[in-house]
């Protein structure tokens, strides 16, 4: 269901992730671990902003039969400051950006929707017994 790269030193915690995943979509996702250089370059590319984030979305522009819903991309250097900051594991705070980023490949899109994101990331988080996330966190 994920297809995984893990361009890090970090063991990533899959199966968490795949339970989210199968709570939301059948089709597969490519999940993208990589450091701040790395999603830098993809920011500027593809958004044009030039500085790191912590995660990035792609959907696909088309539906096929199996084919994967998108790509997800996390930095682990946000992933690591962030668990550190507000004192919940790595894989906790991956897991979060992990459902912010699935939402997105959903078509949910909190910088334009009525609260809808912000909506489902919640029920999400309860539901996987998560901590806040940045968006929850924010409002």
Known sequence: ?????????FEIDILSLENIAKTLTKKDIELLVVKNDEIKKLNKEHRN??????????????????????????ST???EE?????GHSFNEELSLLF?????????YDHEVDQGEHRAKEEELIKEFNLPDSLIVRNS
Not at 49 to 68: G, H, Q
């Open 1 to 9: 269901m994920i297809d995984l790269d893990n361009g890090t030193e």
């Open 99 to 107: 459902i912010h980023g699935i939402l997105h490949l959903l078509g």
């Open 77 to 79: 250097d946000f992933v």
């Open 49 to 74: 902003i030039d500085k790191a984030t912590d995660v990035l979305s792609f959907p696909m522009d088309f539906e096929m039969p199996n084919m994967p819903l998108g790509s997800i991309v996390i």
């Open 82 to 86: 962030k668990s550190k900051e507000y």
